[in-house]
T-cell receptor, first 114, second 122 residues
Framework: GNSVTQMEGPVTLSEEAFLTINCTYTATGYPSLFWYVQYPGEGLQLLLKATKADDKGSNKGFEATYRKETTSFHLEKGSVQVSDSAVYFCALTPFSGGYNKLIFGAGTRLAVHP | GAVVSQHPSWVICKSGTSVKIECRSLDFQATTMFWYRQFPKQSLMLMATSNEGSKATYEQGVEKDKFLINHASLTLSTLTVTSAHPEDSSFYIC??????????????????FGPGTRLTVL
Protein backbone atom coordinates (compact mmCIF):
# COMPACT_ATOMS: atom_id res chain seq x y z
CA GLY A 1 0.00 0.00 0.00
CA ASN A 2 0.86 3.68 0.11
CA SER A 3 2.18 5.27 3.27
CA VAL A 4 4.38 8.07 4.54
CA THR A 5 6.64 7.94 7.57
CA GLN A 6 8.24 11.05 9.01
CA MET A 7 10.34 11.68 12.04
CA GLU A 8 8.58 12.28 15.29
CA GLY A 9 8.71 15.67 16.86
CA PRO A 10 8.84 18.00 18.38
CA VAL A 11 12.01 19.34 16.86
CA THR A 12 13.41 22.25 18.84
CA LEU A 13 16.08 24.46 17.31
CA SER A 14 17.71 27.78 17.88
CA GLU A 15 17.35 30.49 15.29
CA GLU A 16 19.77 30.11 12.35
CA ALA A 17 20.27 26.39 13.01
CA PHE A 18 20.16 23.81 10.22
CA LEU A 19 16.94 21.86 9.88
CA THR A 20 16.34 18.35 8.60
CA ILE A 21 13.02 16.56 8.86
CA ASN A 22 13.18 13.03 7.53
CA CYS A 23 10.44 11.56 5.38
CA THR A 24 10.29 8.17 3.72
CA TYR A 25 7.50 6.69 1.71
CA THR A 26 6.05 3.48 0.39
CA ALA A 27 4.13 3.63 -2.83
CA THR A 28 3.05 1.58 -5.77
CA GLY A 29 3.63 3.32 -9.05
CA TYR A 30 5.17 6.76 -9.38
CA PRO A 31 3.97 9.10 -6.66
CA SER A 32 4.24 12.84 -6.42
CA LEU A 33 5.70 14.03 -3.12
CA PHE A 34 4.84 17.10 -1.08
CA TRP A 35 5.65 19.04 2.03
CA TYR A 36 2.79 20.95 3.60
CA VAL A 37 3.09 23.37 6.50
CA GLN A 38 0.48 24.25 9.08
CA TYR A 39 1.14 27.43 11.01
CA PRO A 40 -0.64 27.88 14.34
CA GLY A 41 -4.32 28.57 13.79
CA GLU A 42 -4.11 28.31 10.03
CA GLY A 43 -4.91 25.79 7.32
CA LEU A 44 -2.36 23.66 5.52
CA GLN A 45 -0.28 25.35 2.88
CA LEU A 46 1.76 23.69 0.20
CA LEU A 47 5.43 24.35 0.91
CA LEU A 48 7.05 22.47 -1.97
CA LYS A 49 6.61 19.47 -4.17
CA ALA A 50 8.42 17.14 -6.57
CA THR A 51 6.76 15.00 -9.17
CA LYS A 52 9.52 12.68 -10.35
CA ALA A 53 12.76 11.10 -9.23
CA ASP A 54 15.69 13.48 -8.65
CA ASP A 55 13.44 16.54 -8.78
CA LYS A 56 14.22 19.12 -6.11
CA GLY A 57 11.40 21.17 -4.71
CA SER A 58 12.27 24.46 -3.07
CA ASN A 59 10.46 27.38 -1.51
CA LYS A 60 11.16 29.97 1.19
CA GLY A 61 14.63 28.54 1.77
CA PHE A 62 13.32 25.00 2.25
CA GLU A 63 14.42 22.20 -0.06
CA ALA A 64 13.62 18.53 -0.57
CA THR A 65 14.89 16.09 -3.20
CA TYR A 66 12.86 13.17 -4.49
CA ARG A 67 15.11 10.14 -3.96
CA LYS A 68 13.62 7.08 -5.57
CA GLU A 69 16.49 4.80 -4.60
CA THR A 70 16.01 5.50 -0.91
CA THR A 71 12.29 6.31 -1.17
CA SER A 72 12.90 9.53 0.72
CA PHE A 73 11.95 13.19 0.55
CA HIS A 74 13.75 14.84 3.45
CA LEU A 75 13.02 18.49 4.17
CA GLU A 76 15.99 20.80 4.80
CA LYS A 77 16.62 24.44 5.53
CA GLY A 78 19.99 25.98 6.09
CA SER A 79 19.00 28.61 8.63
CA VAL A 80 15.66 28.49 10.38
CA GLN A 81 13.78 31.48 11.76
CA VAL A 82 11.33 31.81 14.60
CA SER A 83 8.62 32.32 11.99
CA ASP A 84 9.27 28.79 10.69
CA SER A 85 7.73 27.35 13.85
CA ALA A 86 4.87 25.18 12.61
CA VAL A 87 3.85 21.61 11.93
CA TYR A 88 5.28 20.10 8.76
CA PHE A 89 3.56 17.27 6.92
CA CYS A 90 5.12 15.05 4.29
CA ALA A 91 2.58 13.66 1.84
CA LEU A 92 2.20 11.81 -1.42
CA THR A 93 -0.32 11.27 -4.12
CA PRO A 94 -0.14 7.72 -5.45
CA PHE A 95 0.65 8.86 -8.97
CA SER A 96 1.15 12.07 -10.84
CA GLY A 97 -1.93 13.52 -12.38
CA GLY A 98 -5.38 11.95 -12.29
CA TYR A 99 -6.78 11.09 -8.92
CA ASN A 100 -5.36 13.43 -6.30
CA LYS A 101 -5.82 11.60 -3.01
CA LEU A 102 -3.20 12.82 -0.55
CA ILE A 103 -1.68 10.47 1.99
CA PHE A 104 -0.06 12.28 4.90
CA GLY A 105 2.64 11.46 7.36
CA ALA A 106 2.02 12.05 11.05
CA GLY A 107 3.45 15.54 11.01
CA THR A 108 6.50 16.99 12.74
CA ARG A 109 6.20 19.98 15.00
CA LEU A 110 9.07 22.45 14.73
CA ALA A 111 9.75 25.01 17.43
CA VAL A 112 12.42 27.63 16.76
CA HIS A 113 13.66 29.74 19.65
CA PRO A 114 15.42 33.11 19.39
CA GLY B 1 -5.00 33.63 -5.70
CA ALA B 2 -7.05 30.50 -5.26
CA VAL B 3 -8.65 30.08 -1.86
CA VAL B 4 -10.78 27.49 -0.19
CA SER B 5 -13.09 28.60 2.59
CA GLN B 6 -14.96 26.65 5.23
CA HIS B 7 -17.96 27.56 7.33
CA PRO B 8 -18.33 27.51 10.22
CA SER B 9 -14.83 27.72 11.62
CA TRP B 10 -16.00 26.13 14.84
CA VAL B 11 -19.22 24.60 16.10
CA ILE B 12 -20.42 23.14 19.35
CA CYS B 13 -23.46 20.89 19.34
CA LYS B 14 -25.33 18.51 21.54
CA SER B 15 -25.06 14.77 21.15
CA GLY B 16 -27.62 13.42 18.70
CA THR B 17 -27.88 16.52 16.56
CA SER B 18 -26.61 16.98 13.01
CA VAL B 19 -24.06 19.49 11.89
CA LYS B 20 -23.39 20.75 8.37
CA ILE B 21 -19.98 22.05 7.30
CA GLU B 22 -19.54 23.95 4.05
CA CYS B 23 -16.48 24.00 1.85
CA ARG B 24 -16.26 26.55 -0.94
CA SER B 25 -13.69 27.11 -3.63
CA LEU B 26 -13.19 30.78 -4.34
CA ASP B 27 -11.79 31.99 -7.66
CA PHE B 28 -11.90 28.52 -9.20
CA GLN B 29 -14.22 25.63 -9.84
CA ALA B 30 -13.67 22.22 -8.38
CA THR B 31 -15.35 19.07 -9.63
CA THR B 32 -13.52 17.20 -6.89
CA MET B 33 -13.04 18.12 -3.27
CA PHE B 34 -11.62 16.11 -0.41
CA TRP B 35 -12.67 15.87 3.22
CA TYR B 36 -10.13 15.10 5.93
CA ARG B 37 -10.31 14.62 9.64
CA GLN B 38 -7.52 15.62 11.99
CA PHE B 39 -7.34 14.58 15.61
CA PRO B 40 -5.31 16.70 18.03
CA LYS B 41 -1.60 16.52 17.29
CA GLN B 42 -2.18 13.88 14.66
CA SER B 43 -2.11 13.73 10.92
CA LEU B 44 -4.91 14.26 8.45
CA MET B 45 -6.89 11.22 7.50
CA LEU B 46 -8.80 11.26 4.25
CA MET B 47 -12.46 10.57 4.86
CA ALA B 48 -13.99 10.87 1.42
CA THR B 49 -13.76 12.32 -2.04
CA SER B 50 -16.59 14.62 -3.02
CA ASN B 51 -17.53 14.53 -6.70
CA GLU B 52 -19.71 17.15 -8.31
CA GLY B 53 -22.76 15.53 -9.87
CA SER B 54 -22.16 12.07 -8.46
CA LYS B 55 -21.88 10.18 -5.22
CA ALA B 56 -18.98 10.68 -2.88
CA THR B 57 -16.32 8.03 -2.56
CA TYR B 58 -15.64 7.05 1.04
CA GLU B 59 -12.44 5.65 2.46
CA GLN B 60 -12.48 2.32 4.16
CA GLY B 61 -13.90 2.50 7.66
CA VAL B 62 -15.78 5.77 7.15
CA GLU B 63 -19.53 5.47 7.63
CA LYS B 64 -21.21 7.04 4.64
CA ASP B 65 -24.57 7.24 6.40
CA LYS B 66 -23.00 9.15 9.24
CA PHE B 67 -20.91 11.54 7.18
CA LEU B 68 -23.13 12.72 4.37
CA ILE B 69 -21.40 14.53 1.55
CA ASN B 70 -23.13 16.59 -1.09
CA HIS B 71 -21.23 18.32 -3.87
CA ALA B 72 -23.99 20.73 -4.79
CA SER B 73 -22.15 22.84 -7.32
CA LEU B 74 -18.73 23.39 -8.83
CA THR B 75 -17.77 25.60 -5.91
CA LEU B 76 -19.52 24.01 -2.94
CA SER B 77 -19.27 20.74 -1.08
CA THR B 78 -20.96 20.05 2.25
CA LEU B 79 -20.22 17.51 4.95
CA THR B 80 -23.06 16.70 7.34
CA VAL B 81 -22.24 14.83 10.50
CA THR B 82 -25.49 13.11 11.39
CA SER B 83 -26.47 12.15 14.92
CA ALA B 84 -23.17 13.46 16.22
CA HIS B 85 -21.56 11.93 19.28
CA PRO B 86 -18.60 13.06 21.38
CA GLU B 87 -16.27 10.73 19.51
CA ASP B 88 -17.03 12.71 16.34
CA SER B 89 -15.39 15.75 17.89
CA SER B 90 -12.49 16.60 15.65
CA PHE B 91 -11.04 19.08 13.20
CA TYR B 92 -12.55 18.68 9.73
CA ILE B 93 -10.64 20.02 6.76
CA CYS B 94 -11.53 20.17 3.09
CA UNK B 95 -9.31 20.64 0.09
CA UNK B 96 -9.66 21.12 -3.63
CA UNK B 97 -7.19 20.54 -6.44
CA UNK B 98 -6.28 23.68 -8.30
CA UNK B 99 -6.85 24.07 -11.96
CA UNK B 100 -9.99 22.07 -12.61
CA UNK B 101 -11.92 23.54 -15.45
CA UNK B 102 -15.63 23.78 -15.91
CA UNK B 103 -16.98 20.25 -15.74
CA UNK B 104 -13.59 18.95 -16.78
CA UNK B 105 -11.61 17.09 -14.21
CA UNK B 106 -7.97 16.77 -14.98
CA UNK B 107 -5.30 15.85 -12.60
CA UNK B 108 -3.19 18.39 -10.88
CA UNK B 109 -0.99 17.79 -7.90
CA UNK B 110 -1.57 20.99 -6.01
CA UNK B 111 -4.38 21.12 -3.51
CA UNK B 112 -5.63 24.11 -1.60
CA PHE B 113 -6.85 23.50 1.90
CA GLY B 114 -9.58 25.20 3.83
CA PRO B 115 -8.81 26.61 7.28
CA GLY B 116 -10.73 23.77 8.93
CA THR B 117 -13.80 23.45 11.13
CA ARG B 118 -13.49 22.43 14.74
CA LEU B 119 -16.45 20.35 15.85
CA THR B 120 -17.11 19.75 19.52
CA VAL B 121 -19.95 17.44 20.45
CA LEU B 122 -21.12 17.66 24.05
Amino acid sequence: GNSVTQMEGPVTLSEEAFLTINCTYTATGYPSLFWYVQYPGEGLQLLLKATKADDKGSNKGFEATYRKETTSFHLEKGSVQVSDSAVYFCALTPFSGGYNKLIFGAGTRLAVHP
Amino acid sequence: GAVVSQHPSWVICKSGTSVKIECRSLDFQATTMFWYRQFPKQSLMLMATSNEGSKATYEQGVEKDKFLINHASLTLSTLTVTSAHPEDSSFYICSAPLGEGLKISFGTDTQYFGPGTRLTVL
